[in-house]
Every structure is written in structure tokens, then in C-alpha cells.
């Protein structure tokens, strides 16, 4: 699964092609439920967008409630109603220095930080938009979006941390994910495969504890642990 990640002013300087024209926060600890930015095309134009992490349900009694939905899984994009309508015309792409995962041992859950060493990840997600029954139909502010990161099966990664693992996109692949000109059989091929590549190059280290608690954030989060 995707249960945390790590974004930086770094990551638009080992992805240029897909964030020249815009800014990221820092934050070593994106946890579910806060908003993050991700890259869409909308309208014929590429732009970068806020989300709540955590798909909401159009039909859901309120913008926050109940367990967020933060991954999809890449099986299931093309038969489950609530990702099929999103993965079809709202997809994006998460911007991401690396991510975290955990292994369960006698000691407690152990943090690992997985990355691609010197690059960016670019983790498929799917946006869903939820409307504000407080706010007039008129309203631009009515419709308020919530996204789902893409997993897979993680066995395909030679140090594999989870069973599960978010779906990132080669360079060459985005164009194409972000655009309306594979049907979505295709898409989900081509997802599988380029995740598939981007698996096999991802490097998993030990980092601190503190990871654990969404409260603790900063650089020396990502710090192998010695």
C-alpha cells in the first residue's frame, strides 16, 4: 500500500519536464486526509491542483467523514464503481521524493524510506470531485477533490517491504496517462507496465521511528537509520 509519503522543492528539480511551472511544498510526512498537490490536465491544460488525500464518495453526508479511501488498487480499477469513473477521466499524478513502509518485527513496525535513487517519483492517482450541499450550484468553490493513489502488487520490486506498492509512471508514460488518447484497457496496460519498471529500480533503507506519528516532520525523517 501508500500509507505515507515525502514530498520537497526537490522533486521539481528531478522532474522538470512535469513541474517546471510550479511549486511544492515541504512535507516528510504526508499523511491520509491532508491536502496535497498533484499535476492533472484539465481542459487541455496541464495545472497543478490541491486534493484531500482520501477519496470521498460523490454522495458522501460530508466532505471529512468516515475512513478515507487512499489507495486504489490497480486489479480493481476497471469493475469497482467507485475508481472506475475517476481512472477513466479524472487521472493525475503525485509528485513524490519516495514513500514509507513498514515491516512488522518483535520490536515493533520498522520504517523504511523507498525512493528512486537521484529521481522523482511519479505516483498515478485518481481525483473524484464531491459537492458541497452547503454552496450554490454556481459556486466555483462548490466542488471540492479528493484523490486515491494507485497500488499494485509489490512482488515485482527486488526488496520488496509490503505486498502492496504505489503505481508509478516512467517520464516517457505521463504524457499519455495524463491525456485522453488510450482507452482506459490501455491505460491500465500501460500503467502495469511502466510500474512494473519503475519497481525494479526502487532502493528501500531503514529511518527513524518517528516517522510513525504524523506529528513528527523534517528532512532527518528520510535519514538511513545508522
Known sequence: MCGRFVVNQGVKRLMP??????????????????QVEVVRDRHGQRELAQ????????????FGGGKPVINARIETLLSNGMFKGPFTSHRCVVPALG??????????????????????LAMAGIIRAWPDPAKADDDP???????????RDAHVAPGEVHDRMPACLTRDAVDDWLGDRL???????LLDQTSAEVAHVLAPYEVSKDVNSPKNNGPQLIEPLK
Open 183 to 189: 482507452a482506459p484497457e490501455e491505460l491500465a496496460e
Open 51 to 62: 486534493v484531500r488525500w482520501g477519496m470521498v464518495a460523490p454522495r458522501a453526508p460530508s
Open 141 to 151: 468553490d462548490r466542488w471540492r477533490l479528493s484523490m486515491a493513489i494507485i497500488t
Open 17 to 34: 519536464e512535469l513541474l517546471s511551472d510550479f511549486d511544492l511544498p515541504d512535507n516528510y510526512n504526508v499523511s491520509p486526509t491532508d
Open 99 to 120: 514513500y514509507y513502509e513498514w515491516q512488522q518485527r518483535e520490536t515493533g513496525k520498522q520504517p523504511f524510506f523507498i525512493s528512486e535513487p537521484d529521481a522523482a
